[in-house]
């Protein structure tokens, strides 16, 4: 583990998206379709949706959304979509920076704006140690059931989805 670094955040928008289209490619084994860019600069929620800046450089970015919980009607999550540090920059907090920032949102907004939120969740592929490391012993998510066949491109295809109750 290198030495942490200070980041600053900023927004994603539709000036910027195409930088978060290349942090993506970068980061992850899967492409992500156009729906998702535009669902993001849609949002324009920067407490969900932002990039992690190192020296003026876009070194990372977090997306995330809320949506009702299965079987639910009322009740919702924060869904993390996405989670992803350049490779050169790992290592120095960043990811946990950005996923702290999401929670401190929630944290100043969760009698108002999430006021329904009631856990955060994502999927994290099941070969994925690292990730499910990091969110299990940093931010102690606990991991929920396996979903098989969840992801068509990459193998394996199967996750588990994590999640932490907040209420």
Request: aromatic share 12%; glycine share 6%; hydrophobic share 35%.
């Amino acid at each position: 583990m290198g030495r942490p670094l200070d980041v600053e955040f900023g927004p994603i928008t539709t000036d910027n998206v195409e930088m978060l289209r290349k942090v993506n490619l970068a980061c992850f084994p899967v492409q992500y379709q156009e729906t998702f860019y535009k669902e993001v600069t849609d949002r324009k929620d920067e407490g969900l949706c932002k990039f992690a800046y190192f020296g003026g450089f876009i070194v990372g970015a977090a997306c995330a959304r809320v949506e009702v919980m299965a079987n639910e009607t009322t009740k919702q999550r924060l869904y993390i979509m996405t989670l992803g540090v350049l490779a050169a920059y790992r290592g120095h907090t960043i990811g946990t920076q950005l996923i702290q920032s999401i929670l401190d949102h929630y944290e100043e907004n969760k009698d108002t704006e999430f006021k329904d939120v009631e856990e955060i969740a994502l999927h994290v592929q099941i070969s994925n140690d690292e990730a499910i490391d990091f969110y299990t012993k940093h931010f102690g998510f606990e991991k929920g059931e396996m979903v098989e066949n969840y992801y068509r491109r990459i193998d394996p295809p199967h996750c588990y989805l994590l999640y932490k109750k907040l209420r």
